[in-house]
């Protein structure tokens, strides 16, 4: 049960067409011949110009042919985290019409309600069991009740690179070996200038690149790709350490994208840092019934000095709702996240170079939100990737229409 979804060609000036990675392999006669035989989606649900309608059949063939099912996944996390939020909320509607062997009067498209007619049937049985395991009180790790979480390769627009050799390994632990023919690797250095964090030597341009066969183990690197496609010495953006080696093949656990910072004056907050700070802080929340399912970020230099806002989306389990969450929580989660920052944060912070830490609390939904208006500008649903840190004011807005509560940090971190 893939979550697949295309964009439409586009033609550029000069007349050539271009399309995504995926949309090209789901455009191609193999993928379709092989598409009935090893997916449960047909292929209108993949090319819907509305993804909702699309997910929402997918999950419905999917749950239909449920017994046949040995993989849940799609190319992105974020796609599947999508598809679960979107099942949480029309789970009913879906068992209705596995009930029924119907399809909802609002899916309208002709291809889906004839693909929907050659595998549909009542099936009252069926129904009433997927209903009785979405009415539970919690739907924590309901997906992993039947399937392990497996990261199976590591791939990106300029090529596959890896694959992972252990894939029932802890999520934490997954190293990709590469794959030294699917393209021409290079590794730009990447040296630990201050504590726990990762920065790029001074100059990329007079530091030496370095071959895959020359990487050292526990050293970190920016991958550089140079590919059959015309791509030449191109910086992929992502940092990465040698973990370790199979045979002579290195292999590598993602650390973060680089240049994904906060930063109001001269110190610099990576992905790696915003995330351990949020890890630590989130831990107040889990012995409360509450779970921060989302969050994003951005600097917010409107008024001096400027400082750091953290947009979190939280649900309550088993029914609590996130405004039962006591306001000094929150408070005390500001805190813990500017205590887990790094050294130069709490310097700059303790001579107000740099303003109290704010969590605002969005309502349920606003990461949805942002993701329709990415694929309303053009984005295909299987490419999102849901940002560490907030670029567009069109984004923000969307955000900050929907918060519900703002909290500070009432000091310093000592």
Known sequence: MELMFARPEIETPSGLKAASVSTSKYNGSKFRTLLPKLYTSPIETIFCPNPNHGLYCQLLFGLIQRDEVVKVGSLFASTVLRGIKFLENHWQELCYDIKTGRLSDWITDSGFRNSASLIMKPNPEQADLIENICN???????????????????????????????????????????????????????????????????????????????????????????????????????????????????????????????????????ETDLFKAVTEAKALLDPLGFILTEYTSYVDTSSAPGHYVLFWEIKGKEGKHCKE?????????????????????????????????????????????LIDYCVSKGTSLSQYKKPSCIKSEEALKILDSRVIGKYFSPKSPL
């Open 136 to 270: 539970c009180k919690s739907w924590e790790r309901i997906i992993r009740k039947g399937l392990p979480l497996v990261s199976a390769v590591y791939a990106c627009s300029e090529a596959i690179c890896g694959i992972n050799l252990e894939p029932l390994c802890k999520p934490s632990d997954v190293s990709y070996t590469f794959l030294p023919n699917m393209a021409y690797f290079e590794f730009l250095p990447v040296k630990n200038e201050r504590d726990g964090s990762i920065e790029m030597k001074s100059n990329d341009e007079d530091t030496e690149l370095v071959d895959l066969v020359n990487v050292k183990a526990g050293q970190c690197y920016e991958l550089v790709v140079t590919t059959c496609a015309g791509l030449y010495r191109y910086k992929v953006g992502d940092v990465l350490m040698v973990s370790g080696f199979y045979n002579n093949a290195p292999q590598f656990q993602f650390v973060e994208r680089k240049n994904v910072i906060l930063s109001v004056d001269q110190e610099k907050t990576s």
């Open 325 to 369: 969450l006591d306001p000094k929580i929150m408070v005390e989660c500001c805190s813990r996240m500017e205590e887990s920052l790094h050294y130069t944060y709490k310097i700059y912070r303790k001579r107000n170079i740099v303003g109290a830490l704010e969590i605002r609390v969005v309502k349920q939904g606003s990461f949805e939100a």
